[in-house]
């Protein structure tokens, strides 16, 4: 039997520069949080380009970013943002117009940018999004 080795493999153990990057998501997985059984949305991205086009890195996954249906903070809002919800929608929110329900899917497809950050988990290197704008914004 051999091992194979795949152009896969070799990108999910690529690390990149930190930085903005044009970014697609590609899809999602519902998951059962291990501590209470709510629900984690696990979004599955994939670099496109760097923000002034460079494809160094196209092809390189990041950690799946991850949302939980009990509750978002800055950058789960900021992803959601990112992918179409408008800000009139967060602020009328905020001033207690009530509550908003998303589909979790409606992410899936969507090219935007991401900051990505190198973070280190049982001395393992990865490449993690730490905050997420619209395709047309300036980073």
Same mark, same amino acid.
């Given at each position: 039997?051999?091992? $194979?080795v795949?152009? @896969?493999?070799? $990108?999910?153990?690529?690390?990149?520069? +930190?930085?903005?990057?044009v %970014?697609? %998501? $590609?899809?999602m &997985?519902?998951?059962? @949080?291990?501590?209470?059984?709510?629900?984690?949305f696990?979004y599955k991205?994939?670099i496109?380009?760097?923000? @002034?086009?460079s494809?160094?890195?196209?092809?390189?996954? !990041?950690?799946?970013?991850?949302?939980?249906?009990?509750?978002?903070? !800055?950058?789960? =809002?900021?992803?959601?943002? *990112?992918?179409?919800?408008?800000? &009139?929608?967060?602020?009328a929110?905020?001033?207690?117009?009530g509550d %908003?329900? =998303?589909?979790?899917?409606? +992410?899936v497809?969507?090219? =935007?940018l991401? $900051? %990505?950050?190198?973070t &280190?988990y049982?001395?393992? !290197?990865?490449?993690?999004? *730490?905050?997420?704008?619209p395709l047309?914004?300036a980073?």
């Open positions: 039997m051999a091992i $194979k795949k152009a @896969a493999d070799l $990108k999910r153990a690529e690390i990149v520069v +930190p930085g903005w990057y %970014i697609d %998501i $590609k899809g &997985e519902p998951k059962p @949080a291990k501590s209470d059984g709510s629900t984690n696990n991205i994939e496109v380009s760097d923000k @002034a086009g494809v160094e890195y196209a092809g390189t996954p !990041t950690k799946d970013f991850l949302i939980n249906e009990k509750g978002l903070f !800055t950058s789960g =809002i900021n992803f959601l943002k *990112a992918c179409g919800l408008k800000q &009139e929608d967060v602020d929110i905020k001033r207690g117009g %908003i329900e =998303i589909d979790e899917n409606a +992410p497809g969507k090219r =935007i991401a $900051k %990505i950050i190198n &280190e049982n001395g393992r !290197t990865s490449n993690e999004c *730490a905050d997420f704008l047309d914004a980073a």
